[in-house]
């Protein structure tokens, strides 16, 4: 019976941690909101997602999955680009690698004509992968890493009008404009508060103490 304790007690607390850990370094976001004119989709279309992982310490990949596949494309019109988002840490040329042939970071920021503005850019070159306006659009996807120190999923934020991305594509209507996403399909746990992880130690350590006297 002790031992059957001591394992279930050690067995829920990995399951608590691996969960935790899953939830925090994965995070999906959808693009469904539909700032075209005339509209890109119709009702409530989802155009794609943005999926960021932790595949290191300080590395985060972000890919872009445009849907329905090869009916939804980056396009270059100037209302937006292929990506725009806000990031915690500046100026990132140097820090993006392995950026899907293509497309380009810029330095400095810009703006999706619905959406607001943003602080980090990635853009379809014209002519090498996007022409001009919705001449020759791009089905993605759209992939890179990001390596900065302490940089985690948590660090892509919100802009002003509380969008996290936004894109430059044409729809399943023919229309063409930004589309972005707001929040998390799957946001990451709360940080645990000082009077939890008090709780928390406190039944440990009863649990604990029980186990000893036990084994004695």
């Given at each position: ?79 937006g680009d292929a990506l725009l988002f806000n990031l915690t840490g500046g100026n990132l040329t140097s820090d993006i690698s392995n950026l ?117």
């Open positions: 019976m002790k031992k059957n304790l001591g394992s279930l007690v050690l067995a829920g607390i990995a399951v608590v941690a691996f969960s935790s850990a899953a939830s925090a370094t994965s995070l999906v976001y959808t693009l469904n909101q539909d700032g075209c004119t005339g509209g890109c989709g119709t009702g409530s279309t989802v155009f794609g997602t943005v999926t960021l992982t932790e595949p290191s310490a300080n590395v985060v990949h972000v890919k872009v999955d445009l849907t329905p596949l090869g009916i939804t494309e980056f396009v270059a019109t100037g209302a899907t042939s293509g497309f380009n970071y810029i330095n400095g920021g810009g703006s999706a004509s619905t959406f607001g503005s943003f602080t980090q850019v990635i853009e379809c070159t014209v002519p090498t992968a996007c022409g001009h306006g919705a001449s020759n659009p791009n089905p993605g996807p759209l992939q890179f890493d990001i390596s900065l120190t302490g940089i985690t999923v948590a660090s892509f934020t919100a802009n002003t009008g509380g969008f996290f991305f936004a894109s430059d594509v044409i729809g399943p209507t023919g229309k063409t404009g930004d589309v972005a996403a707001k929040g998390p399909l799957n946001p990451p746990p709360p940080v645990p508060e000082p009077a939890s992880l008090t709780l928390l130690g406190t039944g440990l350590a009863f649990l604990g103490t029980k186990l000893r006297r036990r084994n004695s």
